[in-house]
């Protein structure tokens, strides 16, 4: 985090900047067997091209109001990335009659039908994969977001002072979620660059988000992001965190 940093997608330049090969987000599904890794460099590339497709395909403005209804799962913090990038706010299991876009999970896919507005399905399958027939009424994120730009510039200024997030009822500023994040990342355990957290909490309190994301990203540190941690047991938890060199875990 630099001096400069007032939003989230101010934090992700910043690390991109610094070191863009070391890992950011590493995310294991205990149910499924996935496991996927990503560089600062590959998590910024698909903020871009998410940003793009907010922007461009779905005509975003800043202050749109984006439900995600989704999980805690790599795409999730890209989509929060990508949120930030642009300026809307994303309502983090918002209500999608509320929303401006909906992006869903494919569990919650009859709820985010309510939304007026545009529909994403994430199919969450491993390596970004798509659905094997596109939901009716959505759009298929893995579809669409291939052929977005790889570098992003938003119409206009992302105001740090402006709504970003919403989360458990709460409103963050883009500025609150950096200064928070940055504030909280000690009593995380989180020291600096080459800090590894691994997180089971989910994406639906501040808590999850900060430990999860945003403290994290805010010192220089990467996240070993966990999705039913519950199912993979002590022994198995153990070895991962001796494998992926985790210096602190949050659960």
């Known amino acids: 985090m630099t001096t400069t940093d007032r939003t989230p997608a101010d934090l992700l330049r910043s690390a991109l900047a610094a070191d863009a090969g070391r890992p950011l987000v590493t995310f294991y599904d205990d149910a499924t067997g996935e496991r996927v890794e990503l560089s600062v460099a590959t998590f910024a590339n698909w903020v871009a091209k998410t940003a793009n497709l907010l922007q461009g395909e779905l005509s975003a403005e800043p202050g749109d109001r984006v439900a995600l209804l989704l999980p805690a799962h790599w795409q999730t913090a890209v989509w929060l990335l990508a949120c930030s990038s642009v300026g809307v706010v994303a309502d983090v299991a918002g209500d999608p009659k509320a929303a401006d876009i909906v992006v869903s999970g494919p569990d919650t ?135 992926e060199r985790v210096t602190v875990t949050a659960r």
Do not use: H
């Open 109 to 243: 896919l009859d709820a985010a039908r309510a939304c007026s507005g545009s529909r994403i399905a994430l199919a969450l399958r491993p390596l970004g994969g798509r659905f094997p027939q596109t939901p009716d009424g959505f759009a298929d994120y893995a579809v669409e977001v291939p052929g977005q730009g790889d570098r992003f510039a938003p119409f206009a200024p992302v105001d740090p002072e402006e709504p970003a997030l919403i989360v458990a009822g709460r409103e963050f500023s883009g500025a609150e979620v950096v200064e928070r994040a940055a504030a909280e990342a000690s009593g995380l355990g989180l020291t600096g660059p080459g800090s590894r957290l691994l997180s089971g909490m989910s994406y639906d309190t501040w808590e999850g988000l900060s430990a999860g994301l945003y403290s994290p990203l805010a010192t220089g540190g990467s996240v070993v992001l966990c999705r039913n941690l519950d199912q993979l047991g002590e022994e198995g938890l153990a070895k991962r965190i001796e494998s």
